[in-house]
């Protein structure tokens, strides 16, 4: 058989083969990998720092009270959400002994003062007759023992004078003393404010609460006419930070409606909770009066404004790969590259991009799909900008 036949029976089969093993490798390569481009463009910048954990909304004025000593309470005035004015009596303990106590010490003060009319009534009628003597001795009527007897007598009769005299001020002195033991038992409002929380029912024991113990006020007392919002910050961000910086403040309870600040005060030493990173708490005043639609408690985030440049070219911060690297779409090959740039000022949510890209080219921005990685053969996503 020569060579001219062989080739037409084997040419056939080969080609079919070919064609199978094309198609093989044909319907069974990987697909394109779908991404979303985003055209670099020109903006603002800025450069800043947020909180490490969540921030709180606190009131200025703020007092747990509870009274001095403990006992059953005998009046309750407010309850909880209650508006109370300065000097308003909130709570009231049984107090009937010292009650007791003041009534006696008021009836020993006005024995005192009785006292004091008698004595020194005594001791003026003395100095008159010691002086009756004298002039009597001048003229020679009474012997000179008899002058210094009236003049010792009178003046014996003034120190008595003189003593219950400090006799009315020690009873006035004692009946203060058992004001202020009562005033031990009550509780008065030390500023206008909401009455939050109140620990305790009409008839029940209330216990005082001395630092160090964590036993719970009797009465919690806000004053929600003014607010602000504490939050920590990573100790490296701290030197940063400066009264006076921008602020804008997120609460989780109204979302979309950031709230503009200034930062007010920078806590000067560093707070190390255990397990989480040393923070320096911050404190955040609202520019304008933010009462009524918030609360206090509840949670905030503080993004603090540094600085800032303008019309740059930017980027999606998300859109970097390891701060210094972007991922581009190669439109003659169809595959997917990576490339450096030199990055400027950032936030969490734009970059400046100082070289390496130029506004107009297109990045990619789904790095989180399943597939993007260098070389991958990729097409854009419809919603590629």
């Known amino acids: 058989m020569n060579t001219s036949i062989l080739l037409r029976r084997v040419l056939p089969a080969l080609i079919i083969v070919v064609l199978v093993v094309g198609a093989f490798f044909w319907f069974t390569r ?40 403990g006992g059953r309470i005998e009046f309750l005035g407010v309850k909880e959400g209650d508006k109370v004015k300065k000097g308003q009596l909130l709570l009231k303990l049984w107090n009937d002994d010292q009650k007791a106590q003041q009534t006696l010490a008021e009836a020993q003060r006005a024995v005192s003062a009785q006292r004091v009319k008698e004595v020194c009534t005594t001791a003026a ?11 009597l001795r001048a003229r020679g009527y009474v012997s000179e023992a008899r002058e210094d007897a009236a003049r010792s007598e009178a003046d014996a009769r003034r120190a008595g004078c003189d003593t219950a005299r400090a006799d009315v001020t020690q009873a006035a002195a004692r009946v203060g003393v058992t004001r202020v033991e009562q ?21 029940e024991y209330s216990t005082p609460s001395p630092p160090g113990v964590p036993t719970p006020p009797a009465i919690d007392l806000i004053d929600d006419s003014c607010l602000y919002v504490k939050a920590p910050m990573d100790e490296v961000d701290a030197p940063k930070i400066r009264a006076g910086l921008p602020v804008r403040v997120s609460l989780d309870a109204l979302p979309k409606q950031p709230l503009q600040g200034k930062v007010r005060r920078v806590a000067p030493y560093v707070s190390a909770v255990e397990k989480q990173a040393r923070t320096v708490d911050v404190e955040v005043d ?19 404004v540094l600085g800032g440049r303008q019309n740059v070219v930017r980027v999606p911060t998300a ?3 390891e701060g210094s690297k972007v991922m581009v779409l190669n439109a003659d090959s169809g595959k997917l590259e990576e490339r450096k740039v030199k990055a400027g000022i950032t936030n969490w949510e734009f970059t400046e991009i100082v070289d390496g890209l130029a506004a107009g080219e297109r990045i990619v921005i789904s790095l989180e799909r399943e597939g993007v990685k260098v070389g991958a053969r990729a097409t854009a996503d419809d919603k590629s900008k």
């Open 319 to 321: 859109a970097l790969i």
């Open 183 to 203: 005033g031990r038992m009550v509780l008065y409002a030390p500023f206008d404010g909401t009455v939050a929380k109140i620990v305790g029912e009409l008839g």
């Open 286 to 304: 609202f520019d304008m009066p933010a009462t009524g639609n918030l609360l206090v408690g509840y949670s905030a985030d503080v993004e603090i």
């Open 30 to 69: 990987a697909k394109p990998v779908v991404v979303v481009l985003k055209s670099v463009d020109r903006g603002n910048v800025e450069s800043t720092v947020v909180n490490t954990r969540a921030g709180t909304v606190e009131a200025c004025l703020r007092t747990r009270l509870s009274t001095i000593m």
């Open 125 to 135: 009628s003395a100095t008159r007759e010691a002086e009756r003597q004298t002039s």
